[in-house]
């Protein structure tokens, strides 16, 4: 009995140590994300050249977390935690070189290349993170797996939330190069700091580990990542660069008062948004009575609720198609903020489900290549759904962006409604 409970215990504060260290690194990068999209809009970059500035960060999630599963099982978690953290610090020093006077092009790839490195550390961290919650939750609690997910997942989307308001805040008070200096300052103290703090326990890697298995022959395993890639993409469709200019637009005035006013409505928004959705995440498991539900259940419920989540995409585009009313601008707006709110609810609980099943579908042996390879498809969803972000709001505006959302959504549910109910794990080592 002592030793589970010394168990119990070293386990949570792992757990802390884990969630602490990722909290740190996703307040940063909400804020560099919120900093790049507000700061080169107002020097007057397009809906695609902005897009153009994530394309790499999202590029790099993909190539990063198709092989940071096997860098984790062949280095353990911990050294791919500190890397990403590490990583982040370097990336925001190079941001501060940035020089105003340089060409466009070159300014696009300057950033490109840095938010490329932010990617790589991004997905490094949440890999780890995500990982060592399948290895530190007691297995012989009911429900536990899904809470102890739920909570790293909820309070990190709430803590980048609080990020993206930080990123607007500090764009209007010190201006871009010192938000970024300050961050990288902040994370520098705070490295070394959970580097101290953290407990023993996580797995410490095994020489033997191929790459090839980071492919999964699970058929559970990729029928979710692909629904994973479609809903990501359906949200960031919408989120990434459609929305936060809209409503620049919408709010802005063009005076340099206006301007920083709109700065903060709309990093105000954007918070908001992933605050909320954060911590509907940290409370599916509640709300949608976990405890009481088997695997075959919750595997029903990922099906049922992106099929809800596709409907408000597709109602908020048919709302700025038709878009008459006395005051358009001012009816859409409120339409808007209801409706994406309301998305965020619904999006909160099929990504919470999916983030509980891909640990419950796979193994110990083998969960950081299943997270990873499950991520990357996350990653490819984000790059996709950045992509078209852009491409689709400069075509068609706000209508076409949503419809897109829609779209993308749809194939989600066409992949979750394929997901089998009992767990069919290949081998261990396939």
């Known amino acids: 009995m002592t030793t589970l409970a010394t168990e119990k215990r070293e386990g949570l504060a792992a757990y802390i140590a884990v969630t ?12 560099l994300r919120m900093l790049v999209l507000l700061h080169f ?7 695609i050249q902005l897009a153009y500035l994530f394309l790499l960060y999202e590029f790099m999630g993909i190539v990063t977390n198709l092989s940071a599963g096997w860098i984790a099982a062949r280095f353990g978690l911990t050294s791919t935690l500190y890397a990403g953290l590490a990583l982040q610090i370097l990336a925001l020093a190079a941001l501060t070189q940035l020089d105003p006077t340089w060409q466009v092009a070159v300014s ?23 990982s060592a919650v399948k290895i530190l939750a007691p297995a012989e609690e009911k429900g536990a797996l899904f809470r102890w997910v739920a909570v790293l997942t909820g309070s990190k989307n709430a803590v980048k939330g609080v990020g993206f308001l930080l990123g607007a805040a500090l764009l209007a008070i010190v201006g871009f190069t010192g938000a970024v200096f300050a961050m990288g300052v902040a994370l520098a103290i705070i490295l070394p700091a959970v580097a101290l703090f953290m407990p023993s326990g996580l797995p410490a890697g095994r020489k033997d580990a ?3 298995e980071v492919f999964s022959k699970d058929p559970n395993v990729n029928r979710l990542s692909a629904a994973r890639l479609f809903l990501f993409g359906a949200r960031d469709t919408w989120f990434v660069v459609g929305i936060p200019i809209y409503f620049y637009s919408v709010l802005s005035d063009g005076t340099v008062d206006g301007n920083r006013a709109a ?11 992933i605050i909320g959705y954060g911590f509907i995440q940290a409370a599916a498991p509640r709300l949608l009575k976990a405890r009481e539900r088997g695997l075959s259940e919750i595997v ?3 099906r049922t609720w992106v099929g809800v989540l596709t409907l408000i995409p597709a109602a908020l585009a048919a709302a700025a198609w038709v878009g008459n009313a006395p005051d358009p601008q001012t009816w859409l707006t409120a339409t808007l903020v209801v409706g994406l709110l309301l998305f965020g609810v619904v999006f909160a609980l099929n990504s919470s489900l999916h983030s509980y099943l891909i640990l419950a579908f796979t193994k ?3 969960v950081t290549m299943d997270v990873g ?3 990357m498809s996350n990653a490819a969803g984000r790059l996709v759904g950045t992509l078209l972000s852009g491409v689709s709001y400069q075509l068609g505006g706000l209508t076409l962006c949503l419809a897109t959302a829609a779209l993308m959504s749809a194939l989600s549910f066409v992949f979750a409604g394929q997901l089998q109910r009992t767990m069919v794990v290949a081998p261990d080592g396939a």
């Not at 809009?41 to 809906?47: A, E, I, N, Y």
């Not at 696009?108 to 550390?121: D, I, L, R």
């Not at 700065?263 to 948004?273: D, E």
């Open 20 to 31: 602490a260290a990722y909290w740190a690194f996703m307040l940063t990068d909400g804020a």
């Open 41 to 47: 809009h107002t020097l007057g970059f397009s809906p």
């Open 108 to 130: 696009v790839a300057f950033v490109m290349a840095v938010q490329g490195a932010s990617g790589v550390a991004k997905d490094l961290a949440k890999m780890s993170s995500k």
């Open 210 to 212: 191929k790459f090839r």
């Open 263 to 273: 700065f903060f409505q709309v990093g105000t928004f954007m918070a908001v948004w």
């Open 300 to 302: 029903g419920l990922a």
């Open 364 to 366: 110990a042996s083998r």
């Open 373 to 375: 390879f499950y991520y």
